[in-house]
């Protein structure tokens, strides 16, 4: 118990360092290839073939140019819930860098520069 509460506050600490911490090239072509990879792996399922939205209640994720960068992060590491349809936390599952590839890759899709 007391060391989930530890570990729950290591995150809260940790996301705030995160989101300061964007990477000044996030939209550098080796990390949104490495995001596309992995959205192909752990996204697409629920949120459609290259985020073109899918048939659970995600939403589709192209063209989004009202997701900014840190928003997106914040939504990947903790997650969503809203009525029946859920987004899994992914902060303890994937690193940080991960998580910002995850970023890049959408933000590359919105079709604006960061
Ligand atoms: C189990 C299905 C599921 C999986 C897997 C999933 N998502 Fe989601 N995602 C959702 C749902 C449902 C929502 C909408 C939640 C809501 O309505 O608040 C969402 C919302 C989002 C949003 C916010 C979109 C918005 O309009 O604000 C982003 C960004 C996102 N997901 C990215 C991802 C990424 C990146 C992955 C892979 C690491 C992923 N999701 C995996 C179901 C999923």
């Not at 629920?46 to 994720?61: D, S």
Request: charged share 20%; net charge negative.
């Amino acid at each position: 118990m007391i060391r989930r509460a530890l570990t729950a506050c290591a995150c809260v600490f940790g996301m705030a360092c995160a989101i300061a911490d964007e990477p000044a090239d996030l939209l550098s072509p080796e990390r949104v290839q490495r995001g596309h990879a992995a959205f192909g792996e752990s996204c697409s399922y629920c949120h459609g073939e290259n985020g073109a939205g899918g048939a659970t209640g995600a939403p589709g994720l192209q063209g989004r140019t009202d997701l900014s960068a840190a928003d997106i992060f914040a939504t990947i590491s903790n997650g969503r819930i809203s009525g029946m349809n859920i987004m899994p936390a992914w902060g303890e599952s994937l690193t940080e860098e991960q998580r910002w590839a995850l970023v890049a890759y959408i933000r590359s899709m919105a079709g604006a520069a960061k």
